[in-house]
């Protein structure tokens, strides 16, 4: 039992020998590697030439910036036209493709003729027969007032032909008129596009019966070239766009969903005559010559009004303005490769670029990347142009 013991103590004894090299050994590493880390510098290195922050640079850049007022739009057809028939009858023909562009004067509907070709007939007919009595009481009516004249007729029977000539020719005005409603409405069988535009789905088909008197759309045809944008902007803004507007009719982007792609650009058309006391804005519309047909009617986009034009003013990268507890700042690049933190005002950010209202002048340098391990007055190494995120 006790030689157990023994046993058992030696080895612990030459366990804990083993742990104590290791640790010698680790510290001796340990100092050999902070050797060579010194021996890396040279003795006479003073801080100026230790390695700066890597970052990359850009230079304040003067530039005309559009002052611009954003809303919403919804775009809306320059005009649209719900196609109904005037007269009633059976659908022939349809002469149109669903989604075609038409222009003015373009067949759509083919109604069956017929019954108005008879209608033309028998008002023509009608008319041959009036002319005939009215020239017959033409006639009668000379013949009575020669002889009314010589007392070899009655007075009335005189009177009594004047107003059948009378009647006669009345008959022929009606019959004229008879007529054109039968050529109107023989027209109006061939139902024809009012506009240049482009048609939608068809909503009655070929063979179907339509009645004059119903409120049936046979089909809607919207003109898209040009189109017109419809948006709000907040009350506060109208006294400078209608005094904008009087100078010159203000440019108008219609953007993407994305808030980059510019989609069209066009005109200020409308003010509108009141402010809507629900909401505070103004209705505003722009119109778009939209030959590409980018703008489409019911889609909604993003309205930039470009109200007016800052010229020369200092602008930098957007990433270059930093958020601070005193407010936004910038660090600028010294000619001894160090930085100085500077407060900044920014007017405007812009299409990834900030407007700076005050605090840096063009021509300046100044951090774009890296500004996060800087600090005021910190040493930085600026990288070469070609790097990846470099700016300057």
Avoid at 164 to 186: F, M, N, W
Avoid at 204 to 221: F, R
């Amino acid at each position: 039992m006790w030689k157990f013991a023994a046993g058992g103590v030696q080895m612990w004894k030459l366990a804990l020998g083993a742990a104590a090299a290791a640790i010698l050994l680790g510290g001796a590493v340990v100092m050999v590697w902070r050797l060579s880390l010194a021996a890396d510098v040279p003795p006479s290195a003073s801080p100026a030439e230790l390695p700066g922050i890597p970052i990359t640079a850009g230079t304040v850049v003067a530039a005309d910036v559009p002052i611009l007022l954003r809303g919403v739009g919804t775009v809306q057809a320059y005009n649209t036209v719900a196609i109904k028939s005037r007269v009633d009858g059976q659908i022939l023909r349809v002469d149109f493709k669903e989604g075609q562009e038409v222009k003015e004067g373009t067949a759509l509907f083919q109604i069956d003729p017929r019954p108005f070709e008879a209608a033309l007939q028998k008002a023509q007919a009608t008319l041959e027969s009036d002319k005939a009595q009215a020239l017959r009481a033409d006639l009668d009516l000379k013949r009575f007032a020669e002889l009314a004249q010589k007392d070899f007729a009655p007075q009335q029977q005189y009177e009594q032909a004047r107003a059948t000539a009378t009647v006669a020719h009345a008959s022929i005005l009606a019959d004229e008129a008879a007529i054109d409603q039968a050529k109107l409405s023989l027209e109006y069988c061939q139902i024809r596009s009012p506009i240049d535009g482009r048609v939608g789905a068809r909503l009655v088909d070929k063979g179907n019966l339509v009645h004059g008197t119903d409120n049936t759309t046979l089909v809607n045809i919207t003109e898209i070239k040009p189109i017109f944008v419809s948006f709000t902007l907040p009350q506060n803004t109208l006294d400078e766009v209608r005094r904008q507007q009087d100078i010159s009719p203000l440019a108008v982007a219609a953007v993407a969903g994305d808030s980059e792609t510019t989609l069209a650009e066009g005109k200020l058309t409308l003010i509108d005559n009141m402010v809507d006391p629900a909401t505070g804005t103004i209705h505003l519309k722009a119109r778009f010559d939209n030959q590409d047909e980018r703008l489409w009617p019911g889609e909604f986009v993003n309205v930039r009004v470009v109200l007016s034009v800052r010229r020369q003013v200092p602008t930098v990268p957007e990433q270059t303005v930093l958020e601070g507890a005193n407010g936004r700042f910038v660090y600028v690049i010294k000619p001894d490769n160090t930085v100085e933190r500077r407060a900044v005002e920014v007017a405007e950010v812009e299409n990834g670029k900030a407007v700076i209202a005050k605090g840096l002048e063009p021509g300046e340098r100044v951090v774009v990347e890296g500004q996060y391990g800087l600090d005021n007055g910190g040493r930085i190494t600026i990288l070469p142009a070609g790097k990846a995120g470099a700016t300057d």
